[in-house]
């Protein structure tokens, strides 16, 4: 579904991604471990077209997406939680959602959608009137997830959707995003916390200064001692 | 305070509620465009001025009705500052914030340069007949209807500003490409197109602006846009850069505060006035009067 080869990205001098290639099927989760700095938030922008590639090829459905707009990446199918929820602060939570339905003029089936994630996460429609950065932490995280998932993705890219939250809500988070790829989404899953991100995991890539180190089979990574010494705390 | 006394401050707030509805309406474009860019659009003000001068053309020239006039010279200013944006601002989004001012500068005096050449140095006036001016007796105040259409088609405009804002999907957009660019293109948000119609609406309402102040002080020139511009940017500061209803308050508290002490006899003073309330305010109240804190964007 998306294919990735070949990737080199840099931030002025720095190089950020070198010749970092990795794919994702259809139905599956994928997770990009790695270290702060390990650039998993760089691949996630640069495909949703935020950062620029200096070369290498994105392709999405077998189409080349590398370097179109990130309004164009939304419409084909590719929605981002980005790294630290992001919600818009000063507007609504029915706002936030309804920013998430930029793309979509069927006015009736976005009403549906809302409808569908306040099932989903009842909390956001308690406060639906409220303004987003009177929401808690894991309450910011429901609405930046529900409000990628109104674009109807049918892959969505998940920045660090454990940071910052209790652990006992981190596990709700991960439930949600077991569900959401039971009813059809695709996903990759960028998380500094291996342990949680390679239990839910089909496959995994695990990324160090800019490049893919290691990759395979979820299970198979998290029995890896290598993994296990440098991402898993032993 | 004698009767007087009264007859003469509310002559004056009426006075000053007109000035100050054409300093909002300026405003209004600076403070839209740095809450979405972050970058003073300092050719704003020669906006204003290419806004008064196609209204005075086609009413002098075309004998066209001001109305129409000023809905056209709307139309034209939003093309002019969406082409600005294009051709000055676009392409140094992404370097340092000082280029973009720096090509903001260039703009605002090719425009006034032009307007020079083309019109001439001398200031121009509407035709005698362009607004019926005839004066009403509110209780103790006279209240003129050339005031009476700043404040009613200033106060229209603001409205129409309000609903777009906060009610329509575009409105929306821009609220959440001014809150966090990157994010409101992850959602699909074309913002370059965001950016272009925030441009297009505050020009058009600093066209509205420079046609009515055109026919207020009867007199329209090149070099008009600097003082209205520089006054209006401080209003949008006293209000809080970013903030739209800041903007609004801070070019009617502007307004009114310089028509008051003009009539208190400090006239000579009049262009300080705004000025130094601008610096004592941000003395006290560095973010102006409804501006958030800052946050720095990461």
Do not use: W
């Not at chain 1, 507007?91 to 920013?99: A, P, T």
């Amino acid at each position: 579904m998306l294919s990735v080869e070949k990737l080199f990205v840099s931030y002025k001098a720095i190089k950020a991604l070198q010749d970092v290639s990795f794919n994702v099927e259809q139905g599956e989760i994928v997770a990009l471990i790695g270290a702060n700095g390990a650039g998993k938030t760089t691949i996630l922008n640069t495909v949703s077209g935020i950062v620029p590639a200096i070369s290498g090829k994105i392709a999405f459905k077998g189409e080349d997406i590398t370097g179109i707009q990130p309004h164009e990446i939304v419409k084909r199918g590719i929605s981002q939680v980005p790294e630290g929820r992001r919600v818009f602060a000063n507007m609504s939570v029915l706002e936030n959602l309804e920013m998430g339905a930029y793309i979509r003029n069927d006015k009736k089936a976005v009403a549906e959608e809302i409808d569908e994630v306040f099932q989903r996460f009842p909390r956001l429609f308690e406060r639906k009137k409220q303004l987003a950065k009177t929401l808690s932490g894991g309450e910011q995280q429901m609405l930046a997830m529900g409000r990628a998932l109104m674009s109807r993705p049918a892959l969505l890219l998940l920045d660090e959707p454990s940071m910052g939250l209790a652990p006992m809500l981190v596990q709700q988070i991960f439930d949600i995003i077991q569900e959401i790829n039971a009813s059809g989404t695709t996903i990759m899953l960028v998380e500094q916390n291996a342990n949680m991100a390679l239990s839910i995991a089909n496959r995994a890539y695990v990324l160090e200064t800019g490049e893919v180190v290691l990759s395979g089979d979820a299970k198979e990574l998290a029995a890896n001692p290598e993994v296990r010494k440098a991402y898993l705390g032993e | 305070m004698n009767a007087q006394g009264t007859h003469m401050f509310f002559q004056q707030l009426i006075n000053g509620i007109a000035l100050g509805s054409t300093y909002a309406l300026i405003a209004l474009g600076y403070t839209m465009v740095y809450g979405i860019i972050t970058l003073i659009n300092f050719a704003h003000g020669e906006i204003f001025m290419a806004g008064a001068f196609v209204g005075l053309l086609l009413v002098a020239t075309f004998k066209m009705n001001i109305f129409a006039a000023m809905v056209v010279s709307m139309l034209v200013c939003m093309v002019l500052g969406v082409l600005i944006e294009l051709i000055a601002y676009r392409r140094l989004r992404k370097s340092s914030r000082l280029s973009a001012l720096i090509s903001a500068i260039g703009v605002s005096i090719f425009l006034a340069t032009l307007a020079q050449m083309i019109f001439g140095a001398n200031a121009r006036s509407f035709p005698d007949d362009a607004f019926p001016v005839r004066q009403i007796h509110i209780g103790d105040a006279d209240i003129s209807t050339l005031q009476l259409l700043i404040i009613g088609v200033s106060a229209l405009l603001m409205v129409a500003l309000e609903y777009i804002v906060q009610r329509t999907k575009l409105g929306k957009a821009m609220r959440a490409t001014s809150e966090d660019y990157n994010t409101a293109a992850l959602m699909g948000i074309n913002v370059n197109m965001i950016i272009s119609f925030t441009f297009a609406i505050g020009s058009a309402l600093a066209a509205a602006g420079g046609v009515l102040v055109g026919v207020l002080f009867n007199a329209v020139s090149f070099n008009m846009g600097l003082m209205a511009g520089l006054k209006a940017f401080a209003a949008a500061v006293l209000g809080g850069i970013g903030s739209i209803p800041g903007a609004m308050l801070g070019g009617l508290l502007l307004g009114v505060t310089e028509v008051m002490g003009v009539a208190a006899g400090y006239s000579s003073y009049r262009d300080a006035i705004a000025f130094f309330i601008l610096v004592l305010v941000l003395l006290i109240r560095p973010t102006g009067l409804l501006g958030r804190k800052i946050q720095k964007k990461v």
